[in-house]
């Protein structure tokens, strides 16, 4: 298996803009976990999916950020408008299962968004 | 509040030295307690996972331990290598649908 895939894997893009970021999680797993990582906050939940449904969205900071998983293969999170704060490592993970939310989660690569 | 913390920030350790990663969190009912490794620019990488009923995990030069009654968890590594060098999380599931982080701990091995 592939692991789970993130791309773009880098994104400049202008404050203002809409950004969208997308992930393949590993074939079989049921749960989908979106976070953001930067050097003040640490990593941080965003939102998670369990069988292509949202079950948690509160850590999505504001409703500029939304997030989709239209099929078991695909996600994406989308940030419209963007701002320069917005710039971090947003990652992708993904987990079977059993053992619910805990369990082994396996990671993404990341994209790191950079908003000018 | 359920905090997950990880002390010391970084640690520096000569090439072939056994050392220990520390992990503390606040509250014992936990489900599990994960440890993860992240190169720089790169994704995390599962090491291993503790359940609750569980005092010990091991994978290869990896140990981690686990004491609930105390919060604590420690990962150790034996006989390390320049390649040992990254920044290792450590992560708790406390049952409340998410895990919660410690801020890491940067390991630097010297050749």
């Known amino acids: 298996d592939a692991g789970v895939i993130q791309s773009p894997r880098h994104e400049v893009t202008e404050m203002g803009q809409e950004v969208t970021l997308r992930c393949k999680p590993i074939?079989?797993?049921?749960?989908l976990f979106w976070y953001r990582q930067t050097m003040m906050r640490g990593l941080e939940l965003l939102i998670y999916?369990?069988?292509?449904?949202?079950?948690?969205d509160s850590g999505m900071p504001e409703d500029r950020f939304s997030a989709k998983m239209p099929n078991a293969s695909f996600s994406t999170l989308k940030i419209q408008p963007s701002e320069p704060r917005d710039s971090a490592v947003y990652f992708c993970a993904s987990s079977w299962a059993s053992g619910g939310p805990g369990n082994e989660q396996f990671f993404g690569p990341g994209t790191r968004l950079t908003v000018l | 509040k359920q905090e997950v913390t990880q002390i010391p920030a970084a640690l520096s350790v000569p090439e072939g030295e056994n050392l220990v990663l520390n992990c503390s969190f606040t509250d014992s009912a936990i489900y599990n307690l994960q440890w993860f490794r992240q190169d720089p620019g790169k994704g995390l990488t599962s090491l291993l996972l503790?359940?609750?009923?569980?005092r010990e995990q091991t994978s290869g030069r990896l140990n981690a331990s686990l004491d609930k009654s105390s919060g604590r968890s420690t990962l150790y590594i034996a006989a390390s290598q320049p390649g040992d060098s990254a920044t290792y999380l450590c992560a708790v599931y406390f049952g409340n649908e998410k895990l919660t982080f410690g801020t890491g701990t940067r390991l630097t091995i010297i050749p």
């Open positions: 074939s079989g797993h049921d749960y």
């Open positions: 999916f369990n069988n292509n449904v949202p079950i948690d």
């Open positions: 503790i359940q609750s009923s569980q």
